[in-house]
């Protein structure tokens, strides 16, 4: 079992950063794809990134791509998504979660979550 705490979230205005951090526990992180979504108010949670388990393949939505790293620390057990010249549209609950079987894409994929981070951007 793998629980997960994100923090890092607040108030930023547009064009800030904000660097996200997601604290996982259990043993089987390393062996784990990890993802990052959102929710805003009133839509679907969507896909934001995902990092392969050793680090060396990334995956981002093309409304993401070029302003958003997501890295990981297996020693740490930790993943970061550094978030990099904020638009209001980012505004949303920004969510960890680890990867089961299917698509990285589809949060259907992920068979554990964290509690979510409010990111807030102001314009």
């Known amino acids: 079992q793998v629980q997960l705490v994100e923090s890092g979230g607040g108030l930023v205005q547009a064009g800030g950063s904000l660097r996200l951090s997601c604290a996982a526990s259990g043993r089987t992180f390393s062996e784990n794809v990890m993802g990052w979504f959102r929710q805003a108010p009133g839509k679907a949670r969507g896909f934001v990134a995902a990092i392969h388990r050793s680090g060396t393949a990334t995956y981002y939505a093309n409304s993401v791509k070029g302003r958003f790293t997501i890295s990981r620390d297996n020693a740490e057990n930790t993943v970061y998504l550094q978030m990099n010249n904020l638009k209001p549209e980012d505004t949303a609950i920004y969510f960890c979660?680890?990867?089961?079987?299917?698509?990285?894409?589809?949060?259907?994929?992920?068979?554990?979550w964290g509690q979510g981070t409010q990111v807030t951007v102001s314009s």
């Open positions: 979660a680890s990867h089961y079987s299917g698509s990285y894409y589809s949060p259907n994929s992920y068979n554990y």
